[in-house]
């Protein structure tokens, strides 16, 4: 069974990107590996372990990228009155104001405001709307956010 994960239209392209990239460095790897494999004795040679690595984890790589693509679909959020995936939130808490855009756990990017529906405060704020109060429980205690703000 294939699971199917919403992304963004950015996060897809990403994605796609990164694929493009990595089967270009496969190509070299592979020819890497050829190299290295005509230099001689495989048991003692570091060049061939390299490049065989390299080319494991390029392959590795693809093999992850390939399943989750094969389970992406694009979703744009529809609406500024309820909190869903692709949404761009800003709430208030008390240290003021923050703004979160609703991602995939693929795509997400705290440093950037992108957070996982999966997350805790995802899963706290997808399926609210304006000026409803979220509620997270975090190590250091709970963390109240009142919707301020709901964009696509």
Avoid: C, W
Avoid at 31 to 54: C, F, H, P, Q
């Amino acid at each position: 069974m294939i699971k199917r994960t919403p992304f963004t239209k950015e996060g897809h392209i990403k994605l796609l990107k990164e694929k493009e990239e990595l089967e270009k460095q496969r190509v070299d790897a592979v020819i890497g590996l050829r190299t290295a494999r005509e230099m001689g004795d495989l048991s003692e040679n570091a060049a061939y372990k390299v490049a065989r690595m390299r080319l494991s984890s390029v392959d590795r790589r693809l093999r992850v990228l390939n399943r989750v693509l094969e389970g992406a679909y694009i979703v744009r959020a529809m609406s500024t009155d309820v909190v869903e995936v692709g949404s761009l939130v800003t709430v208030e808490g008390k240290d003021g104001e923050r703004a979160f855009r609703i991602v995939n756990s693929h795509e997400s990017d705290v440093l950037k405001g992108k957070i996982s529906y999966y997350s805790p405060i995802g899963k706290a704020l997808v399926g609210l709307r304006l000026n409803d109060k979220a509620m997270i429980k975090t190590p250091s205690g709970i963390i109240e956010y009142t919707i301020k703000k709901i964009a696509i």
